[in-house]
């Protein structure tokens, strides 16, 4: 081996006659996706050999279509968007949704005489505490004051039946830590919420006011009952329901004669292991919160709801010998000392405090997702966990509700997407009623971050999402539409619309053309008015890009000129 004194190079110099290679790499942030290789290719290099153009290919799969690197929507102030990874967790699935394995099959056959002694006492239990609560409620007509101690006393045969009802479910004994705070010390309790089980127990054990939806109301004998509970209704699509609901709270947890409060703030049922984002309701008053936790823990079954029917669940806890409950009352959380600005804060402690109890994590999925995937599943798509999106982080971010999400979740499916969830751009067009054109790739491109060919669910809404929230966006259908209503009739006919879209796409035939038509026409009444024109860009805003070239070429009215002036 050749000695070498510190001063040496480590490596012989290469001969001047072998071959340079030479690595370019671009720091540049700024530039166009398709000025860059994708992060799955290598980059070029300086070898003497040509760049090879990475431009993904759309079309009928011959290749010869290059998506264009302009953003069609750039005229609205976009400069694209991200879309966060996805995630394998599903915070609905149950884990056993089906008898499998020989002891199971086994102890369901030896525990059938016994279910059909749990179902007598069950329905036994739910008529006694039936009578009971017609019996307290009989005459009483102050509602919105607390329930007379008399009346409340006859509300305990109820609640010793909803012990007797837990028994009949297979929880002989339900393991407690940590004990209930006294009411004036936290006025509201919050709770995870993975079965129908936790408000039959919070009911025998602390006899709470709880808040729930407008639906439970309706429920044979267990809609009389909560009502017992001077329950606090609810209908989470609407503003003004939520308004009041989150002010009778305020109401009841201020008066020390009203009973607690009880909230699930994740506002539906999960598997239990995750939690789900937090609605405010229990955090915008600005009251102290007792946060409690339940547990099941499980071998062979999982006592989650999920997707499960209820009936196909009872059964299943009747064919236990036993199923285990644990519930812990964690201490006391106090509010910030601003509550109306850290409502959101005030949550994120506290679920931090209960997901650090139950050792998992918290996710940005919330009732939305479970709509989501209720909607996929029932149109039997493979794999409906997929088409959620962790809708907490879509409305937060695009204030984009979860019925419009589910609106969007309909388009994309009407696209048919393939067994993975992804669409390719022939059923893209095909549903959004484009032609085959440059601006119809540059659009589908917009939605196709990976470059890959190909968009998912989650792409398409996060798409729609960021072209929606564009400040601009507004002010470019109104200008559009008044380009459209040459008359001034507040309405336009087909003959109005193919003016304007034919400066976007200039082949567009009549046929495509009519199609464009009954999109926008959403009465079908013929022509398109105010409404119409706005309601379907409201719901396909992607196709306002269709509109462009008009609204950025056109002389128009100044009040339209200050408005492109803002747009340009």
Not at 20 to 32: A, K
Not at 270 to 280: A, D, H, W
Not at 509 to 527: M, Q, S, V
Request: charged share 20%; hydrophobic share 40%; glycine share 6%.
């Amino acid at each position: 081996m050749a000695e070498h004194d510190l001063t040496s190079p480590l490596l012989s110099p290469r001969s001047s006659d072998q071959p340079q290679t030479v690595l370019i790499v671009s720091d540049d942030e700024d530039s166009e996706p398709s000025d860059r290789p994708p992060s799955n290719q290598q980059s070029s290099l300086q070898t003497g050999i040509p760049r090879q153009n990475h431009n993904q290919s759309y079309g009928n799969g011959n290749g010869n279509s290059q998506v264009s690197s302009r953003n069609p929507y750039e005229f609205l102030g976009s400069d694209g968007f991200s879309v966060p990874a996805p995630t394998t967790i599903d915070p609905f699935r149950n884990g056993t949704p089906f008898v499998s394995g020989v002891y199971e099959v086994i102890k369901i056959l030896l525990c059938l005489p016994i279910a059909l002694a749990r179902l007598v006492l069950f329905g036994v239990c739910l008529a006694v505490g039936y009578i009971a609560t017609r019996i307290a409620l009989e005459g009483w007509k102050d509602k919105q004051n607390p329930m007379p101690k008399w009346r409340s006393r006859i509300m305990w045969v109820t609640r010793v039946c909803a012990r007797f009802i837990l028994f009949s479910f297979g929880y002989q004994w339900i393991r407690r830590k940590g004990k209930p705070a006294p009411r004036d010390v936290a006025p509201i309790v919050v709770s995870n919420h993975v079965s129908y089980i936790e408000p039959i127990f919070y009911f025998y054990e602390l006899f709470p006011t709880i808040v729930a939806s407008e639906s439970h109301d309706s429920i044979p004998f267990v809609g009389t009952i909560i009502r017992a509970m001077q329950v606090i209704y609810v209908n989470r699509f609407s503003q003004a329901s939520r308004k009041n609901a989150v002010n009778e709270i305020k109401r009841r947890a201020s008066c020390d004669t009203f009973p607690r409060l009880l909230l699930f703030p994740e506002g539906t049922t999960t598997n239990g292991k995750v939690l789900i984002s937090f609605q405010l309701g229990a955090f915008i008053p600005g009251h102290p919160i007792q946060p409690v936790v339940v547990r099941y823990p499980h071998v062979h079954f999982d006592q989650s709801w999920g997707l499960i029917s209820l009936a196909k669940l009872m059964l299943r806890m009747f064919t236990q010998f036993h199923n285990f409950m644990e519930v812990e009352y964690l201490p006391t959380i106090m509010p910030p000392d601003h509550q109306k600005q850290n409502a959101v804060h005030f949550a994120e402690r506290t679920g931090q405090a209960m997901a650090s109890a139950l050792n998992v994590v918290q996710t940005s999925h919330s009732y939305g997702d479970l709509m989501l995937l209720m909607k996929a599943a029932q149109l039997q798509k493979e794999k409906p966990w997929s088409y959620m999106v962790e809708m907490a982080r879509i409305e937060s971010l695009y204030h984009i509700s979860s019925l419009e999400a589910v609106d969007f979740l309909d388009k994309f499916l009407s696209m048919n997407p393939d067994t993975s969830g992804c669409v390719k751009l022939h059923d893209f067009l095909r549903v959004l009623r484009l032609k085959a054109c440059t601006l119809s790739e540059e659009i589908f491109g917009f939605l196709d971050v990976e470059k890959n060919g190909s968009i998912t669910f989650k792409q398409f809404l996060f798409g729609s999402a960021q072209v929606l929230k564009q400040p601009l966006f507004r002010q470019a259908c109104e200008l559009a539409f008044a380009e459209c209503d040459v008359e001034g009739e507040n309405y336009f006919m087909e003959k109005d619309l193919a003016d304007i879209l034919r400066h976007a796409i200039p082949e567009l035939n009549e046929d495509e053309i009519h199609g464009l038509f009954n999109l926008f026409d959403t009465d079908k009444d013929g022509r398109i008015s105010r409404d119409d024109f706005f309601s379907c860009l409201r719901k396909n805003p992607l196709l306002i890009s269709l509109l462009s070239p008009r609204l950025l070429h056109r002389d128009t009215s100044k009040a339209g000129d200050r408005m492109l002036e803002e747009i340009v």
